[in-house]
């Protein structure tokens, strides 16, 4: 390339860029005119969201948000300071309600509105102002985050057993446990036990300890007996404290419903086998089943029987001991019996036994048949001597038969 | 113990047979019935047989097994025909004797037969010389009825005829009995012929009963052959039973031989040859001084009488028999019969001349159609 061309290419690069830079200097001063003309015109206003620690710089004010103190009242805490020392100033800042500092910002003050508080940790401020005073930009805290003081109670109360029977022993365990990040207070539980149908044993009331640091729980354990058969509505059991700034608080349990069925007892049912009518001078087995239908072991059993009448029916074996049966479960035996004498016979069994409550007694009868002698061929008596002669006579008729 | 043939030949061989068997039930206390509840008693081995040409004259028979009825095939008898009953005899003689070999050998044989009728006149003399033939030391003695006299010529015919070849025959004997002669002391037919059945058969089976027995005075087969062979070896039998109110014995053997207790019409002491007495009764009723005085009585007229005395509980019985040396009624039969077939060849001849003369009539003329 020729050094005239290379020369005459830097001069045209130049030359358009000293018009770029020109227009775009006169594009600023265009835009800033037209601030200034603003600023000193009328109060603008600027939201921020801060964060507890954050600070807003305006010219020579720094506006900093000290405390979100009550969420629930809408009270937060600010400090206004100004450069130089003539404004150093905490004040509480009530929700919606403006505030103003150096006369305001209609009077090159400014104006601090709190718009809305988040929660424990942040809120909307508005800060009204006028441009001419500087231009309001948020610092962000440079100091670490604290974590929040805020204490969270579970509560909960269990049942050993959802379903018992009266006279049963239940373990009622209560446990609170604190979920929060802070640390609880005063705490206090309420628990009402469903009375009447349970009575206390021990434990009550439960003692929960008063203080909670974060992620602490605490139990207690109270024993109560089921008294009265039923469905037992378990209501909420409410758990009361305070975090570190005295807010009181409190949290329940579910309430859930347990089941109280009847006392567990045994019960003892006999059953004696159907037995088929009993030949003269013949024997035969009777099935004896005693079966525990009750849900409580049956203990002590003496089964002794009698037959009636007295005489003609030998029965022995009849009378046995056990000592205990199970919920569920049967015991059998068997008796010898040996009919001598035709008729109908009783047979009554009787069973005492300890149901858990005391002695109770169950009965039970059969009725036997010891039969007449069977004489099963008699009618061949009758029908060979006939069958004989018939043969007879025929025998003799075909012999002489002609 | 004898072995007794017994056979009846012809519907009046057949009957007494029956007669026979009946009598082994217990004669007439026997009930109708007694064959079905009661087993024929017999006093030795018999064996009975009914031979007939005519089936329903066998199953006439109430008292005799079907096994001992033997039925000859012969259509429905010989209707009184000797000639076509020989015949049937020679036809079938292998099977009538078959039937008796059957039954064993025999000591003794007792053809029973008619002499009027057609199967048994005819029969039983050929039968009696078969049984000679076949059993070389049997005694066969003949039982021979002889007709009413009013029954017709061809049974008197028949009764000579016959009568003629039972003697003519090797039999030790022939009884007789006479339907004429017993049926003085019956009432009708019918009744006759029971009663004259009845009797025989009574009579036979004592003797038989008799010849078995273990005797206090013994008679046996021997003596009995003895008296058969005597005289015209035609013989007959007297029986009585004492009543109550007279059990003297020596009236019972005399009225034994009386007329009215004879089954042919017979003096014993004009015309017996020879004689058999057969006393049975309780101990104390047989008195043998008396029965050897009565048989002495008899000997003296009668010539040789053997006696026998089986003792045995009841009152008195007599079985006589007896053979004649003279048969005078049996000669009146044969003029009888004589007479008849005179009279009907006479008959025959006269109906044959009028039936010729008839034909006379058309002897010249042709059938015209």
């Known amino acids: ?70 969420v629930r009242d809408g009270l937060v805490v600010m400090r206004i300071s100004k450069i130089g020392g003539s404004l150093d100033e905490q004040r509480a800042l009530l929700l919606d309600s403006s505030n103003n500092f150096d006369g305001g910002a209609e009077t090159k003050g400014v104006t601090i509105t709190l718009a809305d508080i988040f929660d424990e940790q942040s809120a909307k401020v508005r800060v009204e102002y006028l441009p001419s005073i500087g231009t309001a930009r948020k610092r962000a805290s440079v100091r670490p985050t604290v974590a929040p003081d805020k204490p969270e109670l579970s509560v909960e109360k269990i049942f050993e057993k959802n379903q018992m029977s009266v006279g049963d022993e239940v373990k009622v365990t209560i446990i609170v446990k604190n979920t929060g990040t802070g640390q609880a207070q005063n705490i206090n539980v309420q628990d009402m036990p469903p009375l009447p149908k349970f009575i206390y044993v021990a434990g009550y009331p439960p003692k929960i300890k008063e203080t909670l640091g974060p992620g602490e729980s605490d139990s207690a354990v109270y024993v109560i007996d089921a008294v009265k058969e039923g469905s037992v509505p378990v209501p909420a059991m409410i758990v009361t404290y305070t975090d570190s700034k005295n807010n009181a608080k409190s949290n329940s349990s579910e309430p859930f419903n347990v089941l109280i069925n009847p006392k567990s007892k045994a019960d003892l049912a006999i059953r004696i086998e159907e037995v088929s009518p009993i030949a003269l001078d013949d024997e035969r087995l009777l099935n004896i089943s005693i079966s525990n239908l009750g849900t409580a072991s049956a203990t002590r059993i003496e089964v002794t029987g009698e037959v009636s009448p007295s005489q003609g029916l030998v029965a022995s074996d009849l009378d046995r001991s056990f000592f205990e049966i199970l919920p569920g479960e049967e015991a059998n035996y068997s008796a010898k019996l040996s009919g001598q004498k035709a008729g109908g016979y009783t047979v009554h069994l009787k069973a005492s036994y300890d149901d858990g409550d005391g002695y109770v007694i169950r009965e039970s009868t059969a009725q036997l048949a010891v039969l007449e002698r069977e004489y099963k061929y008699q009618y061949l008596l009758l029908i060979i001597p006939v069958a004989i002669l018939v043969a007879w006579i025929y025998r003799r008729y075909r012999e002489y038969k002609y | 113990m004898l072995n007794v043939l017994v056979l009846g030949v012809g519907q009046c061989g057949n009957r007494i047979l029956d007669s026979i068997n009946k009598e082994a039930f217990g004669g007439n206390g026997a009930s109708k019935l007694a064959k079905y509840y009661l087993h024929p008693k017999f006093p030795s081995r018999v064996e009975t047989l009914a031979i007939n040409t005519a089936v329903n004259d066998l199953k006439e028979l109430r008292f005799t097994t079907a096994k001992d009825r033997l039925h000859v095939p012969n259509l429905h008898g010989v209707g009184a025909n000797r000639n076509v009953g020989k015949q049937a005899f020679m036809d079938n003689r292998d099977m009538i004797m078959g039937e008796i070999e059957k039954r064993g050998d025999f000591d003794v044989a007792f053809v029973i037969t008619s002499t009027s009728g057609g199967t048994g006149s005819s029969f039983s003399p050929l039968l009696i010389n078969e049984l000679k033939r076949q059993y070389r030391n049997i005694t066969v003695i003949t039982v021979a009825v002889l007709p009413f006299r009013e029954e017709g010529s061809i049974y008197l015919q028949n009764a000579a005829f016959c009568m003629r070849e039972l003697m003519e025959v090797e039999a030790e004997g022939i009884l007789l009995v006479d339907n004429q002669y017993i049926k003085r002391f019956s009432g009708d037919i019918a009744t006759a012929y029971d009663k004259i059945n009845g009797m025989v058969a009574q009579r036979l089976l004592f003797l038989v009963e008799s010849l078995d027995s273990e005797m206090l005075s013994v008679t046996d087969l021997g003596d009995f052959k003895t008296v058969m062979n005597g005289g015209l070896r035609i013989g007959t039998m007297g029986f009585y039973q ?128």
């Open chain 1, 1 to 70: 390339m020729h050094r005239g061309d290379v020369f005459r290419m830097r001069r045209s690069f130049i030359l358009s860029g000293s018009v770029y830079l020109l227009i775009v200097i006169l594009l600023i001063q265009a835009v800033c005119a037209k601030e200034f003309d603003d600023d000193d015109d009328e109060v603008t206003f600027r939201d921020f969201n801060l964060n507890v620690g954050d600070r807003i710089d305006l010219g020579d004010y720094q506006m900093e948000l000290i405390e979100i103190q009550s």
């Open chain 2, 242 to 369: 004492a009543d109550s109110k007279n059990l003297s014995i020596r009236d019972a053997i005399e009225n034994s031989f009386k007329p009215a207790n004879l089954l042919y019409p017979a003096n014993v002491a004009d015309d017996a040859a020879r004689a058999m007495v057969i006393i049975q009764g309780s101990r104390e009723h047989l008195d043998v001084d008396e029965i050897t005085k009565e048989i002495e009585r008899i000997s003296s007229s009668a010539g040789h009488v053997f006696k026998g005395i089986v003792v045995r509980k009841g009152r008195p019985k007599v079985l006589s028999v007896f053979t004649l040396a003279s048969a005078p009624e049996l000669e009146s039969i044969y003029a009888q019969a004589a007479r008849g077939m005179q009279d009907e060849k006479e008959k025959r001849s006269r109906a044959r001349k009028q039936l010729d003369d008839a034909f006379a009539h058309i002897e010249d003329l042709e059938e015209i159609y």
